[in-house]
């Protein structure tokens, strides 16, 4: 309602601020809790399945790291098991036959090398062999990747990869 000046009436300026008192006096509600719907949070189901994710890839991961480990062990045994050849020639050179070539420490440090490399032990005679007479010498490692299998190495230069039967003990003094 307006006066006749065209201001309004002291009622309804009075109901105005009456309004704006009570609404700025009011604290506005919080909202407590959230809702599903709103999109926040992960269900119990999906964290499941995150981690079971993550487990698998960490499988993958681990399993893949190891064959590469297993395979730089590898290289290893056939590199220490490779410098017997120019041991021997030097052994041969110096004492003129191969009899006692497996006991010498030119070959057994090689051998106790590929060893360790196998199985972390520096015991010669676990996972390597060594056979010798005084003309022909043979040394074989196991190696890791695949445990039935030996690097081998001999007097007439041959190094090549065998199977744990044509090495595994005995007086052989050649790969096969």
């Known amino acids: 309602m307006q006066t006749s000046k065209g201001l309004p009436s002291t009622t309804f300026a009075t109901q105005s601020l009456s ?3 009570n609404y700025s006096n009011s604290k506005p ?7 599903r719907e709103s999109g926040a949070g992960f269900t119990i189901i999906e964290l499941l399945v995150v981690v079971a994710i993550i487990a698998v890839l960490t499988g993958i991961v681990v399993a893949n790291t190891t064959q590469y480990i297993n395979r ?6 056939q590199g220490s098991l490779s ?3 120019t041991n021997a020639s030097v052994y041969f050179d110096s004492v003129g036959d191969y009899t006692s070539l497996c ?3 030119t070959v057994t440090n090689p051998l106790a090398a590929a060893d360790k490399a196998n199985d972390g032990n520096t015991t010669p005679d676990q996972v390597t062999d060594c056979d010798s007479n005084a003309t022909e010498w043979r040394a074989c490692g196991q190696l890791k990747v695949t445990s039935a299998d030996y690097f081998c190495v ?3 230069g041959a190094k090549k990869i065998v199977t744990a039967a044509t090495c595994a003990g005995g007086d ?5």
């Not at 730089?72 to 045994?77: L, Y």
């Open 172 to 176: 052989d003094t050649a790969c096969p």
């Open 83 to 85: 410098s017997l050849s």
């Open 103 to 105: 006991s010498d420490p």
């Open 154 to 156: 001999d007097y007439s």
């Open 29 to 35: 509600k919080i909202k407590q809790s959230v809702s």
């Open 19 to 21: 309004y704006i008192n």
């Open 72 to 77: 730089g062990k590898d290289s290893s045994i």
